[in-house]
């Protein structure tokens, strides 16, 4: 498979060097780990630390910015981050006032991310962690605890990253990211397959005139496999999986997250928010704010997920909260 790269043993080392050459005048790489990005001004408040396997760009080092995470750990292509290059960002963003881990659900990620935050409390560094679970294909609603974590890690980091910038305790601001994990879920659907770096066939096959609904974004099988369909179908198919599971109200407010596994276009994904705003229009679900953006993606997979955040008053006033990285702002 065709791709930019030099050796694949570097390809994080230069992905990492890249970041910082471009945005250096805010952000450093760690001198001892380079999968660990932080930001350069340590803040006096409780930090924010997300992480996760490369391949999924922006995410996770491109929401590491201001109202929003104070340091990456990432580890290789759809791989989780080492125990040593948790341990080393949370040492790097401590303030004094702990820190919270924010990742999906992914075994890898757990196990890891567990034993740094065992490693850190015998350094007396405090750490809770709220795992991201909004993928309703991955696990039916009794199982909620067995769901990974898409592009719904968008909107907890954003409220996270606001609860902390705000000044609030290590103890509050995982209870507001808890909620927005709570209230969130995602459905997604594959198009084609993505590919990884140094290996010679996609990750999946699928023909032409397939589509697989509710794929993961490594590549787990999704709920079924069906035929193609207009956009409008897909939209409305999506979103009744989603509000099967949601019980969302009329007159209940959700922010929208409409987002590009990869390769996908912005012209298709606004013609998907096109259609997911007229459903929910119709069912009486107000829209408090979209955002169409390739934020969670799997390489150049083709593909959409679309995410809601049920709001009320708190969740509403951490999202309006201004937040900046280099590839995303909330003003």
Do not use: W
Not at 25 to 50: M, N, S
Not at 180 to 186: I, K, L
Not at 285 to 296: A, E, L, M, R
């Amino acid at each position: 498979m065709k791709k930019l790269i030099n050796k694949n043993e570097n390809i994080i080392e230069e992905m990492v060097d890249g970041f910082i050459e471009a945005y250096g005048d805010h952000y450093k790489k760690l001198d001892e780990d380079f999968k660990g990005v932080v930001l350069k001004e340590k803040k006096d408040k409780v930090a924010v630390v997300v992480g996760g396997g490369t391949g999924h760009e922006p995410l996770f080092i491109g929401f590491v910015g201001e109202g929003l995470a104070d340091g990456a750990a990432i580890g290789n292509v759809f791989a989780a981050p080492t125990p040593g290059t948790v341990l080393n960002v949370t040492r790097a963003v401590d303030s004094g006032k702990g820190v919270l881990y924010i990742y999906g659900n992914y075994s890898g990620d757990i196990l890891n991310f567990d034993m740094a935050a065992e490693l850190a409390e015998m350094e007396d560094l405090n750490t809770e962690t709220v795992l991201v679970r909004d993928d309703v294909a991955s696990a039916p609603i009794e199982r909620i605890e067995d769901r990974r974590g898409i592009s719904g890690d968008v909107f907890v980091i954003k409220v996270a990253g606001a609860a902390a910038d705000l000044g609030l305790s290590l103890e509050e601001v995982t209870k507001a990211a808890q909620k927005a994990s709570d209230q969130t879920r995602s459905i997604g659907v594959a198009l084609s397959s993505g590919t990884i770096p140094g290996l010679e066939k996609p990750t999946f096959s699928l023909p032409e005139d397939e589509i697989e609904f509710g794929m993961g974004i490594h590549g787990e099988p999704g709920i079924q496999r069906t035929n193609m369909m207009t956009a409008d179908e897909l939209t409305d198919k999506m979103l009744e999986t989603l509000l099967a599971d949601f019980n969302l109200n009329e007159g209940d407010e959700v922010c929208m997250l409409v987002n590009g596994l990869g390769s996908t276009s912005l012209l298709e994904l606004m013609i998907v928010n096109r259609r997911a705003s007229q459903v929910l229009k119709e069912k009486g679900i107000s829209i408090y704010h979209t955002d169409v953006n390739s934020y969670c993606t799997s390489q150049e997979m083709a593909g959409v997920s679309i995410s809601l955040m049920r709001l009320d008053d708190e969740l509403k006033t951490f999202y309006n909260h201004p937040a900046h990285s280099p590839y995303y702002t909330k003003k």
